[in-house]
């Protein structure tokens, strides 16, 4: 009579660890090719980056941008080189890929509907970024171009213009930037127009 609890209770615990043996067993190959996946991963992302610096170099995109807005912003906001900006993003973009890669090896479905929300929003991300850079640089090419075109008129006047014309490209860009990725879309759009609306008016009074 006494003996039947330490035979129940040992039955308990080799099934229990049995499980848990189990569990491991099928866990550790997951966990083991997650960390592989993810040193490699690691190494493969730092090496993109380092292609994508030596490729821009090799471009001299520094040196196309040199006395642009976009190379006043970049000395202002204390970031570095483009060459090095554009390959940390690149950098990061491969890493997402590899960590949502990773976690989906280890079967956490939370975390990878997360990082695949971040993944699918990435490309709006880019044609933003590049709205803002054309628009900026043809900000600056405006600007020139009115400056030039009416300096023998009016020296102040041509300044004026072309600051005029540099900041409408801008504020297009900016709207344009914001419409792509999605941020209170309606809102732009009604802007916009409205913008439009008053630049037409504005024109037609002139």
């Known amino acids: 009579m006494y003996n039947i609890i330490p035979v129940s209770f040992q039955e308990t615990m080799?099934?229990?660890?049995?499980?848990?043996?189990?569990?491991l067993g099928g866990f550790l190959p997951k966990l083991l090719g997650a960390l592989l996946l993810l040193i490699l991963g690691a190494a493969i992302a730092r090496w993109f980056k380092t292609i994508t610096v030596k490729l821009l170099e090799m471009l001299r995109l520094s040196k196309g941008l040199k006395e642009t807005p976009v190379e006043a912003f970049l000395k202002h906001a204390e970031v570095g080189k483009i060459e090095e900006v554009v390959g940390t993003a690149m950098y990061w973009v491969a890493m997402l890929v590899v960590l949502y890669a990773t976690v989906s090896i280890l079967g956490l479905e939370a975390i990878s509907i997360v990082l695949n929300g971040i993944l699918s929003y990435i490309p709006n991300v880019v044609s933003a970024v590049l709205i803002l850079f054309f628009g900026v640089l043809l900000a600056g090419l405006v600007e020139s171009l009115v400056k030039g075109a009416l300096h023998s008129i009016s020296g102040k006047s041509a300044r004026l213009f072309g600051k005029v014309g540099s900041y409408l490209i801008v504020i297009i860009s900016v709207m344009a930037a914001v419409a792509e990725l999605n941020i209170a879309a309606q809102f732009i759009s009604t802007l916009?127009?409205?913008?439009?609306?008053?630049?037409?008016?504005?024109?037609?009074?002139?």
Request: no cysteine.
């Open 14 to 23: 080799t099934l229990a660890l049995g499980n848990v043996a189990a569990q």
């Open 192 to 206: 916009f127009i409205g913008f439009v609306s008053m630049l037409a008016l504005a024109f037609g009074l002139a």
